[in-house]
């Protein structure tokens, strides 16, 4: 009898074998791993040249850096930028950032968290770029690559310090591509990741249950659906509290809608209209919607992935902080991810990229974009345009002050500091802010240029005459710079280190 051909493949002919198939893919996509490589090293050292010029603060990144810090050292995540004996998980439910907490063991500074919230992002665009693939040729995706990769939101989030949104965007990309693919089990394992980095998440969640109930078997639908209404209110209500000094969820802060979320969604049914309207006013909302859309043709509309944006969008326009409105920060990541996989698969639903006029028009559209809020809305555009004039590198006599500064503080103090100083003591001190509860206070630093020490705290000429008056004795002045040492110092202290 001849031999099985089949079972004649030895196991190292079958490595080998997978070997050249992996040699192969990568080989045809290269451009891609070189885009993620080159966004990577350019956003990293954008973040890193941020950080050492004075730009980063303890809202967000110090108290990031402080949990993730004593996470590392396996303590409690006390973070005293919040307040005494304030754990993290009191503000929001984001677990997940203990991950972090092992890179601490080889590099200790908060260029940590910098670099991996670019690792995070970059880590998303090969997702990105699978998904596109799915549906145009592999010069299209890669030009929908870097479009999302260059979009302004992308770059405003780096340009904003360090934040645990950082983490859903990669999980949210595999999430949604993972439900493209009808792939239930990678999507339910990115769903479970998901609750893992902050609370709202549930809403995600609901919608992405949603979506696949579209198709037979629906049981994941449900379980997804149940699993993000059982794990915001598990979370808003009991977790969060539990660590709370009040015992009460912080953001809740739809005062437009109601008092809570059951009112909140009775409102919403009774009264569509007037929930629209909040949607798109005042006109900064609908200004960031046009953001949204508008580079990206409006083509998101015709998928049914851009339902996965609903939550994430309503969440901020319906919410009372107005900050929450803007292009600026991190807030936009997300909504971008999502709205970026919808277009492609938008233009797809309309044959845009089989139709080679309508495709080569698209692309283009898709590349001039960027290239225009980079060069001209330098606000919506932030990183690119600043490496590209070198204001990123720039050092003046305020940055030359702030430094100095930094260095009149001793190691294993308690200091209340500028917001946009405390980032560089939080490696070395109990770093807090002037005017938070603090059971001790060594030193105060202070930029008498600014108009408050913290959002939204007191003024810097304010907190110089309570410290003079509580005592605290001038001890350098550069520029604008102030350092103040109380008088019951009497050196640095165990209660103290960071």
């Known amino acids: 009898m001849d031999p099985d051909p089949a079972a004649a493949v030895t196991p190292?002919?079958?490595a080998a074998r997978s070997v050249r198939s992996a040699r192969a893919r990568m080989s045809a996509h290269w451009q891609v791993t070189l885009l993620t490589a080159l966004l990577f090293t350019a956003y990293s050292g954008y973040a890193v040249t941020r950080h050492a010029t004075y730009l980063t603060a303890g809202y967000d990144l110090g108290i990031f850096d402080q949990a993730v810090r004593n996470y590392a050292r396996f303590r409690t995540p006390e973070v005293p930028l919040k307040g005494t004996d304030?754990?993290?998980?009191?503000?929001?439910?984001?677990?997940?950032i203990a991950l972090a907490a092992p890179l601490y063991w080889i590099w200790n500074s908060p260029n940590v968290l910098l670099v991996l919230q670019v690792a995070l992002i970059?880590?998303?665009?090969?997702?990105?770029y699978s998904f596109a693939l799915r549906r145009m040729a592999r010069g299209g995706a890669l030009v929908v690559a870097v479009s999302y990769s260059c979009g302004w939101a992308i770059q405003a989030m780096i340009d904003f310090d360090f934040h645990e949104v950082a983490w859903g965007v990669p999980i949210l990309a595999v999430a949604i591509d993972a439900l493209d693919r009808r792939d239930d089990r990678t999507l339910?394992?990115?769903?479970?990741l998901l609750m893992l980095v902050r609370e709202d998440m549930g809403a995600v969640l609901v919608m992405l249950g949603l979506l696949r109930m579209s198709h037979r078997p629906r049981r994941t639908g449900y379980l997804l659906v149940g699993a993000g209404v059982a794990g915001y209110l598990l979370v808003t209500s009991v977790i969060i509290?539990?660590?709370a000094a009040n015992g009460q969820f912080a953001y809740w802060t739809f005062d437009a809608l109601g008092e809570d979320l059951p009112h909140a969604l009775l409102n919403i049914v009774l009264h569509p209209v007037r929930t629209v309207e909040l949607l798109f006013t005042p006109a900064v909302k609908a200004q960031t919607l046009a953001y949204f859309f508008v580079p990206l043709a409006l083509l998101p509309l015709r998928s049914r992935y851009a339902l996965i944006a609903v939550p994430l969008l309503a969440q901020?326009?319906?919410?009372s902080r107005d900050h929450l409105w803007t292009t600026h920060f991190h807030y936009n990541a997300l909504p971008w991810l999502v709205l970026v996989l919808a277009m492609v698969d938008g233009g797809a639903r309309l044959g845009i990229w089989s139709r080679p006029r309508l495709n080569r028009l698209m692309l283009?559209?898709?590349?001039?974009?960027?290239?225009y809020l980079t060069a001209v809305a330098n606000i919506t555009a932030p990183v690119l345009r600043r490496m590209l004039i070198g204001s990123a590198w720039e050092m003046n006599a305020h940055l030359r002050a702030q430094q100095a500064a930094v260095r009149q503080v001793p190691r294993d103090v308690c200091v209340s500091v500028d917001d946009r100083l405390a980032t560089k003591l939080t490696r070395t001190n109990r770093v807090t802010l002037p005017g938070i509860p603090t059971p001790r206070n060594d030193f105060v630093v202070l930029d008498m240029s600014q108009e408050q020490v913290?959002?939204?705290?007191?003024?810097?000429?304010k907190v110089l005459a309570d410290s003079r008056a509580a005592g605290f004795v001038q001890v350098f002045a550069q520029g604008d710079l102030l350092v103040l040492r109380s008088p019951d110092y009497t050196g640095p202290s165990s209660l103290c280190r960071p």
């Open 12 to 14: 190292l002919a079958q």
């Open 454 to 461: 913290g959002f939204p705290l007191d003024s810097p000429q």
């Open 188 to 192: 339910l394992i990115s769903a479970g």
């Open 241 to 243: 509290p539990a660590f």
């Open 364 to 371: 283009a559209w898709l590349l001039i974009v960027p290239i």
């Open 86 to 96: 304030y754990n993290i998980l009191a503000d929001h439910f984001h677990p997940i």
């Open 122 to 128: 970059a880590a998303s665009v090969p997702v990105v």
């Open 316 to 319: 901020r326009f319906f919410n």
